[in-house]
């Protein structure tokens, strides 16, 4: 790990943490003497700093998990933020990495237009590098001390399709998958069920999906339609799965923090 840089950001106590692991970036902060819960946010760029977020716009996602915390009675959570690989030279690394790779390979097509290839994708190495490299090491640094009951991960988007995906994959790590806004249209009905068949359904899993109704989000429907059913068809109950609408909300960083601290909610107090 190396450290790049310290700076901070209103509202939240103390320094937000710049990082390096062999090239991925991660921004982090923990109250001081760490924590005992855990969240995991994608798009690390749009998490705490408006000079990376992508339209200079982030989900204040530190600000509500704090005070969300401290309404619950909680201490405020280790935040950490995973940056996707896209630069100039890799302009298509954010969909490298938050694909769920696996569900291509076994034979689910892209439903849009892309210029990945099954090849190009790496959501496997991407998902393992947090769980088994990042997330430790954090953890270890801060002086946190979690557990997969209290440590979450939270995802919009093609980061909400990651989320789902690492609650196949690495449910062993964490116990709470926040999904806003994911993004279904990228394999349709068929990436709906392959995923939603593949979570596993027991007492200690818990998922939150939503989304907007306008922009891209209204494409969104049907299939958030579909994978709800899915869920309640498969024995997923009110305690367990959470799904939402939120009327007069789009697809941006803006539209997600208007709305977070609900799924940070569900998660907290738990």
């Known amino acids: ?23 991925t970036i991660v921004d982090y902060w923990s109250p001081v003497g760490g924590s005992d819960h855990l969240l995991l946010a994608h798009d690390g760029q749009n998490i705490f700093d408006r000079k990376t977020a992508t339209f200079l716009y982030t989900w204040k996602l530190a600000q509500n998990a704090i005070r969300v915390a401290q309404e619950e009675g909680k201490k405020a959570p280790l935040i950490i933020g995973v940056f996707h690989s896209s630069t100039p030279s890799d302009p298509h690394g954010r969909g490298k990495d938050l694909t769920p790779e696996d569900a291509f390979r076994e034979g689910v ?55 789902l995906n690492a609650a196949i994959r690495f449910n062993n790590h964490f116990h709470t998958a926040l999904a806003l806004s994911p993004h279904w249209p990228l394999g349709g009905d068929a990436l709906v069920d392959w995923i939603i068949n593949r979570i596993p359904n027991n007492n200690q899993l818990r998922i939150w999906m939503s989304r907007g109704t306008k922009g891209l989000d209204q494409s969104y429907e049907p299939f958030q339609n579909r994978a709800d059913k899915l869920m309640w068809n498969l024995g997923w109950d009110e305690h367990r799965f959470k799904t939402k609408v939120y009327h007069r909300t789009s697809h941006n960083e803006r539209s997600w923090a208007s709305y977070v601290n609900e799924p940070l909610r569900f998660w907290l107090n738990k």
């Open 109 to 163: 097509k892209p439903a849009i237009p892309t210029q990945l290839a099954i090849d190009d994708l790496r959501g496997n190495a991407y998902l393992e590098k947090i769980f088994k490299v990042i997330s430790p090491s954090l953890v270890e640094a801060t002086k946190s001390s979690v557990s997969p009951a209290t440590s979450a991960m939270i995802g919009s988007s093609m980061g909400g399709l990651a989320t």
């Open 1 to 23: 790990m190396k450290i790049l840089r310290r700076y901070q950001v209103r509202g939240i106590p103390g320094d937000v943490n710049r990082v390096s692991f062999d090239q």
